[in-house]
T-cell receptor, first 113, second 112 residues
Framework: NAGVTQTPKFQVLKTGQSMTLQCAQD?????MSWYRQDPGMGLRLIHY???????DQGEVPNGYNVSRSTTEDFPLRLLSAAPSQTSVYFC????????????FGSGTQLSVL | GENVEQHPSTLSVQEGDSAVIKCTYS??????FPWYKQELGKGPQLIID?????GEKKDQRIAVTLNKTAKHFSLHITETQPEDSAVYFC???????????FGKGTHLIIQP
C-alpha cells in the first residue's frame, strides 16, 4: 500500500523558474489537497479538489496552479518561483468528500534562491 | 476565519507520565476536531478525532475531550513512551471541503 506519494522529496529552484510537484494516491480517494508548512505557522491550504475535473482555492493560492484530470493524480505547479515559496509542501487525500481524516504524503522540501 | 491557538508550544514530560495539550478555537460553527502527529521528516498523521456531538473519545493511551461551550478541546496521552515524541497539531473545522485550520503545533518531548 503506497498511500500518498509525493515527488521529488527535495528541490532547489532559482527565482523565476517553474516546476511541478507531483502527488499520486492509490486509495481511490475523491478528495485531495495541497498544504504548505512554514516554521511557526502550521499548515496552510493552497488548493483542493473534491473530484476529477474540480479544483478550488484555499487560503494561500497565489503563485500556484493545480489540475485534476484523474482521481489518482493532483499536481501542483509553481508558475514563476519566488523566495517566499520556500517551504515544505504536503499533499493529502481523504476517503470523505471533505477534509476529514486526511492521509498525508511525506512532503517535498522546496528552496527558491 | 477560524483563530486557533495551541498550548503549550513545547511540553517536556518524563517517560511514563501523562501529557495534555490544549487547543482553543474561535468559530462556534466548528463541528469536527482532529489531532495530528508529525514525526521528524514525515507528513502529519491523524491520531484521533471527535465530533461536536461527543464530549470525549478514547483510543488506547490517547484521548480527546471537547468543551464546546468554552471552545476548546484537548489531547491527553497517558503512560507516555519515547515514540510519542513528535509535534502535535490540532485542526478544528466547521465542515465542508475547504481546508482545516491548523494550530501552530506543540513539540512533545519524552524524557527517558
Amino acid at each position: 500500500n503506497a498511500g500518498v506519494t509525493q515527488t521529488p522529496k527535495f528541490q532547489v529552484l532559482k527565482t523565476g523558474q517553474s516546476m511541478t510537484l507531483q502527488c499520486a494516491q492509490d486509495m481511490n480517494h475523491e478528495y485531495m489537497s495541497w498544504y504548505r508548512q512554514d516554521p511557526g505557522m502550521g499548515l496552510r491550504l493552497i488548493h483542493y479538489s473534491v473530484g476529477a475535473g474540480i479544483t478550488d482555492q484555499g487560503e494561500v493560492p497565489n503563485g500556484y496552479n493545480v489540475s485534476r484530470s484523474t482521481t489518482e493524480d493532483f499536481p501542483l505547479r509553481l508558475l514563476s518561483a519566488a523566495p517566499s515559496q520556500t517551504s515544505v509542501y504536503f499533499c493529502a487525500s481523504s476517503p470523505q468528500p471533505s477534509n476529514e481524516k486526511l492521509f498525508f504524503g511525506s512532503g517535498t522540501q522546496l528552496s527558491v534562491l | 476565519g477560524e483563530n486557533v491557538e495551541q498550548h503549550p508550544s513545547t511540553l517536556s514530560v518524563q517517560e511514563g507520565d501523562s501529557a495534555v495539550i490544549k487547543c482553543t478555537y474561535s468559530d462556534s460553527a466548528s463541528n469536527y476536531f482532529p489531532w495530528y502527529k508529525q514525526e521528524l521528516g514525515k507528513g502529519p498523521q491523524l491520531i484521533i478525532d471527535i465530533r461536536s456531538n461527543v464530549g470525549e473519545k478514547k483510543d488506547q493511551r490517547i484521548a480527546v475531550t471537547l468543551n464546546k461551550t468554552a471552545k476548546h478541546f484537548s489531547l491527553h496521552i497517558t503512560e507516555t513512551q519515547p515514540e510519542d515524541s513528535a509535534v502535535y497539531f490540532c485542526a478544528p473545522d466547521g465542515g465542508g471541503a475547504d481546508g482545516l485550520t491548523f494550530g501552530k503545533g506543540t513539540h512533545l518531548i519524552i524524557q527517558p
